[in-house]
């Protein structure tokens, strides 16, 4: 019972934390906090359903798919828009990014209907795994392998190539990558098109337990924020341990208070770190500099 | 010129008032008038918080929801007055201010939004299933008319009061403006340190603004309670919050008139976008991301920026004559 607990808040926690990452990265090179990124998960989940039904069912296929088509709409996002707000302007770059998210979530709704759908059975094939008592079942054990692939790629991208370079560069100071010779505008772009099309997948991961439909990326688009914030803001390897950890509270906090307000654990997690600690548990406090 | 500066604001009361009688009552008209003059009162709340604190909120429908379903409740379970309703809720709503002030205030910019966000959403979840209460999804139902002394308000008598409140509030925000306090807004959104150096104590001047704006939403939402008379959690969504932050950033943050004329421009263009049905959110939102990149300042910025232009036109011509 416990163990059953424990996968669950593994497979949530993978989820949460994909989408923290994309947070986190678009945060840490473009500092915007991207409130459209819950409806990216949607347009995910929804164009995976499309490619089911009409081009393809290998979930590797689809998810290849998927990541691809969230990049370029990532890509179009960031150019016809994002690009063209100065930083400076904290309210507006908010606004612009409610306003995507409203207009991704209604051009939804009259592409693919409002109404709720589930993505098709077994789309994760395989045997049901028994351990001792547990059973997984294959869309956890496939969220948990395609998520934790995901992240050690992302991981070794950032580290081991010149893009990534590049990318964490002028995440950490814009100005003086750009002397050194580094396009920053294009680093900016390409992370952003790294976190949508990794959002795009949660898209296809949350499917079993969510359903597809228009709101699906309101309250999880929420709740990979509190993961990202959870582990530091802009912090990467924060965002993957904020999310499980996420993950695992609500999880177990959901057998403890009435499952209607299972919602809002993520919530209460996100203002009490803001309140306390607002550079993440793994943040070092930068001093107030009054 | 200064003694004609009366001018506008007369003939703005004067046609506000005629307005049922040039209308001749007709019910679509004042029912835009009214929900154009709750949103006023919740815009001109957030233009203190945003436009001259510098505190950007994107829970503004909590407070909303908060200020709405106190009034219902006590209208609904206990049977009391309107007037007493308002001030009761409007209050409580302000204690909720104090309370998510204190608790937000060392938080600036972005975590701020992620915070009032979260709350918005929280509020919601409560008023969704706190069912004993607020009746949950069902909605809470059955509040009765609003009633001055014992005469129950028509559509118009409802109107006149609204137009009334915002009138005050209007005064009262002005007032606070002009005042050290507002100063101290402005300050602390210009250079936060420079102003703590001046020995503007920031703490406390938060809180000002927070509670301010939480008690006019408290307004605006026991208003719309009266005249809805049913209140039901979607709608408190946040999108209400967005829009609320776009009637002010629309119209101009930080500057006097600015949310109000927001507040109108929106609801009108939310009722002119109607007949386009599921297209009507997604006009609103290009609209929306238009505004944000082609006049972050709002329509008080563009007008600005033309009296300019013209101006120095003016002032060309005059060079050109004189050589």
């Known amino acids: 019972m416990l163990l059953d607990q424990v996968i669950v808040g593994l497979v949530v926690g993978a989820s949460y934390a994909l989408l923290a990452i994309g947070y986190s990265l678009i945060f840490a090179s473009m500092r915007l906090l991207h409130f459209a990124q819950g409806d990216f998960l949607m347009i995910g989940g929804f164009i995976s359903l499309s490619i089911v039904s009409s081009v393809t069912a290998n979930p590797f296929l689809v998810i ?4 691809t088509s969230l990049a370029l709409l990532g890509y179009l996002i960031e150019r016809l828009c994002y690009k063209r707000i100065p930083d400076h302007m904290h309210a507006a770059r908010i606004i612009a990014t409610l306003g995507v998210g409203m207009i991704l979530k209604n051009t939804a709704g009259i592409i693919w209907g409002a109404q709720i759908r589930p993505l098709s059975d077994g789309f994760f094939r395989g045997p049901v795994v028994n351990l001792g008592s547990l059973r997984i079942q294959p869309s956890y054990y496939w969220t948990l392998i395609i998520g934790a692939m995901l992240m050690i790629l992302l991981s ?5 190539t010149k893009v990534g370079l590049a990318i ?4 950490y100071n814009a100005e003086v990558a750009e002397i050194m010779g580094i396009n920053s505008a294009k680093a900016r772009t390409i992370a952003f098109i790294i976190a949508a099309s990794l959002t795009g997948c949660v898209g296809i991961f949350v499917a079993p337990m969510t359903f597809i439909h228009t709101e699906m990326g309101v309250s999880l688009g929420m709740k990979g924020f509190s993961a990202a914030v959870l582990g530091g803001l802009g912090n990467i390897p924060g965002a993957m341990v904020g999310g499980l950890l996420l993950g695992m509270i609500e999880t177990f906090g959901a057998t403890v208070i009435s499952s209607g307000y299972k919602d809002s654990i993520a919530f209460i997690v996100l203002i009490l770190i803001l309140v306390f600690k607002p550079s993440g548990l793994f943040g070092t406090t930068e001093p107030e500099k009054i | 010129m200064k003694e004609k500066k009366w001018i506008y604001p007369v003939l703005i009361s004067l046609l506000l008032l005629l307005l049922p009688l040039i209308t001749r009552q007709n019910y679509y008209v004042l029912h835009i008038a009214i929900i154009c003059s709750i949103f006023s009162i919740l815009a001109i709340g957030l233009n203190i918080l945003q436009g001259y604190a510098g505190l950007v909120s994107i829970g503004q429908a909590g407070f909303y929801a908060i200020g709405a379903y106190i009034a219902g409740l006590l209208a ?12 009761i809720s409007s209050l409580v709503t302000s204690l909720v201010g104090l309370g998510l002030g204190l608790t937000t205030v060392r938080l600036y910019g972005g975590y701020l939004a992620l915070v009032t966000v979260g709350f918005g959403r929280i509020v919601q979840l409560v008023a969704v299933n706190w069912t004993n209460l607020t009746g949950g999804g069902e909605g809470l139902l059955g509040i009765p008319s609003a009633k001055v002394g014992s005469h129950v308000l028509s559509q118009t008598g409802y109107y006149y009061v609204c137009i009334f409140i915002v009138a ?3 005064l ?8 050290k306090t507002g100063r101290a807004f402005i300050a602390m959104r210009e250079q936060r340190i420079a102003a703590s150096m001046m020995g503007i104590d920031i703490a406390k001047y938060r809180l000002i603004a927070f509670v301010i ?3 006019y939403s408290g307004i605006a939402g026991s208003l719309y309670g009266f005249f809805a008379g049913s209140l039901f959690p979607d709608y408190f ?5 967005v829009t609320i932050l776009i009637m002010v950033v629309l119209g101009g943050s930080g500057t006097k008139y600015g949310p109000i004329i927001g507040a109108i421009l929106v609801t009108i263009g939310f009722e002119v976008l109607r007949p386009f049905q599921s297209y009507q959110m997604i006009i609103y939102g290009i609209g929306i991301v238009l505004v944000v990149m082609f006049m972050p300042s709002g329509l008080s910025g563009l007008i600005q920026r033309l009296a300019k232009v013209i101006k120095i036109r003016k002032k060309g011509d005059t060079h050109a004559a004189a050589d």
């Open chain 1, 64 to 67: 290849f798919l998927v990541m």
């Open chain 1, 156 to 160: 070794l991208f950032l580290n081991r």
């Open chain 1, 168 to 171: 964490r560069a002028s995440a």
């Open chain 2, 76 to 87: 609904v379970k206990l049977g009391l007055g309107f007037w007493i309703c308002i001030l």
């Open chain 2, 168 to 170: 005050l509030v209007f």
């Open chain 2, 172 to 179: 009262f925000t002005g007032n606070v403006i002009n005042s």
């Open chain 2, 213 to 215: 704006a939480a008690f």
């Open chain 2, 237 to 241: 969504n946040l999108s209400q919050s």
